[in-house]
């Protein structure tokens, strides 16, 4: 079991952290090329929320750099490209814009975020040549992988179309970090564990994995369909018994980069036993030992 500190260390030297950053990409998912309104869980900020207002990268990186300085003196970076879908748009300005960041000294690595069916030849030709440069991450948002629950929270794409982009990534040597959400509606303890059992046994592993509890939020499709007819969600003990499960399947190669939600506070309508944060991991620690 690696985490994603240790992993940074063992990198860089140093601790590393994360600046988010927005591209100014939307989402095929929520723009009616794949869909409109996006995935039913996917709020407003386009499961980012922390992302920083579109601005000229260079003031976005100070402004997010200042934030981080304000409680530590890092000095290693890594440009985080969470929300939407940020391998969405004109790749010619896509590729200037993620220059740009990497030219900065203090930024180390380029993480994005994106869906497995943004990820065309020009796009891929691109991810080639910036990591060239730096390190590149790709994390991609799976959620799952049973049809039935893709098609209900309104993904989008098959489970075809994540195996094809995973592989392409692999092969082109870019490491991937891959998003589960635990707990969605219709699924089993069985099923959750599957979709990370499924992930353990890919041939090469995934490079990391976010683990996260669902989190119904306000103004997301998946809110009025959770006040319509409620599912059962986990209690803390039952979440961090399950975390414990999930991680004994992973492989060593796999580092895991999150094992809780950080959906926004003020829009969480459940569950609430989320929002004490510090509460909440040292419960899964427990679980973990
Ligand atoms: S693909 Fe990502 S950004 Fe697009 S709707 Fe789904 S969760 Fe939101």
């Known amino acids: 079991m690696r985490f994603l500190n240790d992993h940074l260390r063992e990198t860089f030297g140093e601790k590393v952290y994360k600046l988010s950053l927005s591209s100014g990409c939307t989402c095929p998912n929520r723009d009616g090329t794949v869909g409109y309104g996006g995935c039913s869980f996917c709020s407003e900020g386009g499961s980012g929320e922390f992302a920083a207002k579109l601005a000229p990268i260079g003031e976005q990186i100070a402004e997010a750099k200042e934030r981080v300085r304000r409680k530590t003196d890092a000095s290693k970076f890594i440009a985080y490209f969470q929300s939407y879908t940020n391998t969405y748009g004109d790749v010619a300005r896509l590729e200037a814009l993620y220059r740009e960041a990497l030219a900065h000294e203090e930024i180390v690595a380029l993480s994005l975020g994106t869906r ?8 891929m030709e691109m991810l080639t040549r910036l ?25 989008g794409y098959p489970l075809a ?18 998003h589960v959400i635990l707990n969605l509606p219709g699924e089993t303890k069985g099923d959750m564990l599957g979709t990370v059992r499924y992930l353990a046994e890919l041939v090469p592993p995934p490079d990391g994995i976010k683990l996260q509890m669902l989190q119904i939020l306000e103004g997301t499709r998946m809110a009025e369909e959770y006040r319509a007819e409620p599912w059962p969600l986990m209690d ?12 004994a399947l992973l492989p060593e190669e796999t580092v895991i980069h999150r094992l809780t939600g950080d959906g926004p506070r003020r829009l969480l309508i459940a569950p609430l036993w989320c ?5 909440v991991l040292n419960t899964i620690r427990r679980g973990l030992r």
């Open 275 to 279: 929002l004490d944060k510090k509460h």
């Open 131 to 155: 990591a060239a440069i730096k390190p590149v991450w790709v994390e991609l948002g799976l959620q799952t992988i049973r049809e039935e629950t893709a098609q209900r929270i309104g993904r």
């Open 161 to 178: 179309v994540f195996d094809d982009a995973y592989r392409r990534l692999k092969e082109a040597g870019i490491p991937v970090i891959v």
């Open 236 to 247: 803390l003990e039952e979440y961090a018994a399950l975390i414990a499960e999930a991680v």
């Open 116 to 123: 497995p069916d943004c990820l065309g030849g020009d796009v």
